[in-house]
């Protein structure tokens, strides 16, 4: 019913910079809380920042100060700017949304996931 696309992952020297976006589409009624979570090699996958519906944001300790998380609701659409970049920055960074979509006349909620984009930071 919803696909998320990621976009923007890539190849940085440590100290570069980065902009994620993740582009939702489908039978959208409402977009409600999205987010990032990176999954490094051998690791669990793990929260890096979350965005409301109305523009409150959280981020994991790790990456506060660094990176930054945003949405344009007209759009569909998070961006993840993320500067500063670190080594241990590098994974598959997911994007996630809680979306209410249309289906048979009817509104469902339901937690949607991105196939991931690839950032690795060398040193």
């Known amino acids: 019913q919803v696909q998320l696309v990621e976009s923007g992952g890539g190849l940085v020297q440590a100290g570069g910079s980065l902009r994620l976006s993740c582009a939702a589409s489908?039978?959208?009624?409402?977009?409600?809380?999205m987010g990032w979570y990176r999954q490094a090699p051998g690791k669990q996958r793990e929260l890096v920042a979350t965005i409301t519906s109305g523009g409150s944001t959280n981020y994991v300790d790790s990456v506060m100060g660094r990176f930054t998380i945003s949405r344009d609701n007209g759009k569909n659409t998070v961006y993840l700017q993320m500067n500063s970049l670190k080594p241990e920055d590098t994974a598959v960074y997911y994007c996630n949304a809680d979306v209410t979509y249309w289906r048979g006349g009817y509104t469902y909620t339901d937690d949607y996931w991105g196939k991931g984009t690839l950032v690795t930071v060398s040193s």
């Open positions: 489908g039978r959208i009624f409402r977009i409600n809380a």
